[in-house]
């Protein structure tokens, strides 16, 4: 099973950034995490966190015909990328959305997502679990 996650926008910074919302592990710890969980469910996965909507297009269309399923973070790009939103209806990859915090619990501006609409579920609100979760739930479709 070949998956592609994906961090967008600020996600570099996190164990820095905030960590009252988005927790003290670094992405680093949290890629760590996912590689070991990755490896249970016998998920082939690669890595990719940019905080340019451009990259993040170019791997989502790169992803086509050769990944199963795509993981993904987008960050502030959640409530303004109609381009990543396209690129994930272009490929008919399924996509699980996942966010550290619950984004319905702040501001309201972060309420709205794009990716939602194309992405078979959205996980949020609980840390570096979303991630864990949002990999076995992928994993979990695609072998249903």
Aim: with cysteine; glycine share 8%.
């Amino acid at each position: 099973m070949e998956i592609l996650l994906l961090h967008g926008a600020n996600l570099n910074m996190l164990g820095r950034r905030e960590p009252e919302i988005y927790g003290k592990l670094s992405l680093e710890a949290i890629n760590q995490v996912l590689t070991e969980d990755a490896k249970e469910l016998g998920i082939n996965l690669e890595i990719i966190q940019s905080n340019h909507e451009g990259v993040l297009i170019d791997a989502i269309h790169r992803a086509w015909q050769c990944k199963d399923g795509i993981v993904f973070n987008p960050g502030a790009f959640t409530h303004t990328s109609v381009a990543l939103r396209d690129a994930i209806a272009a490929v008919s990859i399924p996509t699980v959305e996942v966010h550290l915090s619950n984004v319905y619990q702040r501001e309201e501006f972060r309420h709205h997502s794009f990716i939602a609409p194309v992405a078979i579920g959205q996980i949020s609100g609980f840390g570096v679990h979303s991630y864990r979760l949002g990999l076995q739930a992928i994993a979990w479709h695609l072998k249903k």
